[in-house]
């Protein structure tokens, strides 16, 4: 596998990552006991940290791009093996 397919891989497993982890861990001024902003959502985050959001995108990414090159290299899981439909009319 050459190395731009790798890094294309970890940018898509990232930013399904960020999207999947940035409602973890955040709360609304409300559960915070912060005063809202005149206008304000009431689903508005209060404690939103992108950081925090980038590194535990990052870690899981890396950890997704590092399974799925594996099992490209090894094997683990093959075409055959997600073919359910064809045991089923065995």
């Known amino acids: ?6 890094v294309a891989i970890y ?9 999947v982890l940035l409602p973890f861990g955040v709360k609304t001024h ?7 902003v005149p206008g304000q959502a009431d689903s508005a985050p209060g404690n939103f940290r992108p950081g925090r959001v980038v590194l535990r995108a ?5 950890t997704l791009t590092a399974i799925y090159v594996g ?3 090894y094997g683990w899981i093959t075409v055959e093996d997600l073919d359910i439909l064809s045991r089923l009319i065995r």
């Open 58 to 62: 990052t870690v899981l990414a890396a």
């Open 11 to 19: 940018v898509l497993f990232w930013v399904m990552s960020a999207f």
């Open 30 to 36: 409300d559960e915070l006991g912060i005063e809202k």
């Open 1 to 6: 596998m050459n190395w731009t397919s790798i």
């Open 71 to 73: 099992n490209y290299i």
